[in-house]
Structures are given as structure tokens and as C-alpha cells.
């Protein structure tokens, strides 16, 4: 059953109270949608298209949400005072949907755990990275937060747009991924949102300094790692050496190149006026809403 979160309330406005403006849609609607998948049928080993490389890919993206989300949430959640009814809102959708997805990936890493693979080098992996976290300064894990979720929105509309990402993959996993991408792409605004309430009092060059800065250690700390436990992955199944690093290469780069894909997307990021909702891509989800609804398992 979806509990829908209704978020048709006026855009904050420059020169309100000293809060920036933001290309929200006024119309947003962040939809709570409590689906379970891959209860009754776990997924294969190699579950996208019997292709290693695609799996161990989206195994290692999958095997970092748990944590990474509740890092998200706690960020966003640590800079909510003060926010507009309107950021509230958004906030408490953007936190039930990330738990629900936590759930679902929670399930997904065991069935990938159950076909064989160790991800326990990737969650701690994740742990160490994110206990650098604890001493610094909260504005500053709102800064990552803000970048990352930038990254699972490109994703998001990427997987979405683009159906090669999941040709072939097995039904009920690759409705996971989509709803998932979906839920990505209707709250992708909130962190950024929050972030310019926090830093309402920032001169407009600290504000991109510091998220600027902070988007090129997520990125350089983002890919070298999800190679890095993407190739692990694939060593657990006896594919090594160059030929696996190059095949993964090209699954990245060339077909279906999903980080060559989504470079304009993370390039507009350092633009002066960036925001997520510069670009309106909820008609993605429509289209996504029918294939994952029926494949989607309710049993807890």
C-alpha cells in the first residue's frame, strides 16, 4: 500500500526571510511507496543478463546502501530546524522512502550473500569510511550527503531513461533497481534543499566552494572504491587480470557506460544556479511505475 506524502506548497523565494530560492516543483509529490521484492524467488548469482560483470557492478552499489543511507538520514536530519513546512515534509518522505530501501537492499545483499558471494569486505569498507565521519563538523557530512545523493540521481535517471542497463535482467530484481531509481529521482532535491537552508547565511562563493570541493572527494572516493569492490566481486567467481578490469572498463565507459552517461549530469553540479530540479525528469517515473508494481512482493 503507497502512503503518499503531499508536497504542493509554494517555492521558497529569494529575498523570504534570507532563504534562496529553489526550482523545486511546487506540484512535488514524494510518494512512500512500501513494496517488498525477491521474497518468494531469490535472485541468481549472475542475475543481470548471466553477465558477472553487470551483476558484481550493482552487487557492489548494492552491498554500500544500508549504511549509506542511515548516514544520509542523519544528516539531512541534523540541520531540519528552522526548515519551511515545505522542506519538512520533503525531509520526512526522503527519510521513509531511504528506510524502505535500506529494507529492500538489506534483502537483496543477503540473497547475494546466500548465491555465494562475501560482501563483508565491502560493509566494512564502508564502516571505516564512514567513522571518518564522526569528529568533523555535521555541515560537512550534509556537503557528502548532498553530492552522493547527486550521484544516485544521476543513476537513477540513467537506469530509468535508458533500458540496456537492465536488458535481461531477471524481472523481479531489475523492478527493485527501478523502484529504487524512482523514489532517487523524486527526492533527489531534499539534501540539496537542506543544504541551502543550513548555509542560508553563506556568502553564495563558500557555499559553492565547499560543496564543489567536497563533490571531487566523493567522486574520486565513489569510483575507485565501486571499482575497487566491483573487481573483488568478480574475484570471487575466478575472473581476474586484465581482461575482467578492461571488461568492466567498457560495461562503465562504452555499453552500457553508465558513468560516461551521467558525466554532464555530475559537470553541471559545478555550475553557478545548479540544482537538482533544474531538470525536471519525473516523467521517468511514470513510466517506471507500472513495471516495478507488479513484480513487487508484499510478504515482510
Not at 102 to 110: D, I
Request: hydrophobic share 45%.
Amino acid at each position: 500500500m503507497n502512503a503518499v506524502t503531499n508536497l504542493s506548497h509554494d517555492l521558497e523565494r529569494a529575498g523570504a526571510a534570507g532563504k534562496p530560492a529553489t526550482p523545486t516543483p511546487a506540484d512535488l509529490s514524494i510518494t512512500v511507496r512500501d513494496l517488498r521484492f525477491g521474497r518468494d524467488k531469490k535472485p541468481g548469482r549472475w542475475w543481470l543478463n548471466n553477465d558477472p560483470v553487470a551483476t558484481a557492478w550493482h552487487n557492489a552499489l548494492s552491498a554500500t546502501f544500508p549504511r549509506g543511507e542511515a548516514f544520509f538520514i542523519e544528516a539531512v536530519k541534523a540541520h531540519r530546524e528552522g526548515a519551511s513546512p515545505k522542506l519538512e515534509a520533503e525531509i520526512r518522505a526522503f527519510v521513509k522512502q531511504e528506510i524502505n530501501h535500506t529494507r529492500e537492499h538489506v534483502a537483496f545483499n543477503r540473497a547475494a550473500t546466500e548465491a555465494g558471494y562475501d560482501i563483508e569486505k565491502i560493509d566494512a569498507r564502508v564502516a571505516e569510511m564512514l567513522a571518518l565521519t564522526r569528529d568533523r563538523p555535521a555541515i560537512l557530512n550534509l556537503a557528502a550527503t548532498m553530492a552522493l545523493e547527486h550521484y544516485t540521481a544521476m543513476m537513477a535517471h540513467e537506469f530509468l531513461a535508458n533500458p540496456k542497463h537492465f536488458c535481461g535482467a531477471e524481472p523481479e530484481t531489475a523492478a527493485m533497481w527501478r523502484w529504487h531509481a524512482s523514489e532517487e529521482i523524486e527526492h533527489k532535491g531534499v539534501a540539496y534543499d537542506t543544504w541551502l537552508h543550513a548555509t542560508k547565511d553563506w556568502s553564495r562563493w563558500k557555499r559553492w566552494k565547499v560543496k564543489s570541493l567536497m563533490m571531487l572527494v566523493v567522486t574520486k572516493n565513489f569510483v575507485a572504491n565501486r571499482v575497487q569492490d566491483t573487481l573483488d566481486l568478480l574475484a570471487q567467481d575466478g575472473l581476474v587480470g586484465a581482461k575482467w578490469k578492461w571488461r568492466l572498463a567498457s560495461y562503465l565507459l562504452v555499453t552500457p557506460g553508465v558513468l560516461r552517461r551521467v558525466f554532464p549530469a555530475w559537470l553541471s553540479y559545478f555550475l553557478p544556479g545548479f540544482h537538482p530540479w533544474n531538470h525536471d525528469d519525473r516523467k521517468l517515473i511514470a513510466r517506471a511505475d507500472s513495471e516495478f508494481a507488479d513484480a513487487a512482493m508484499q510478504p515482510a
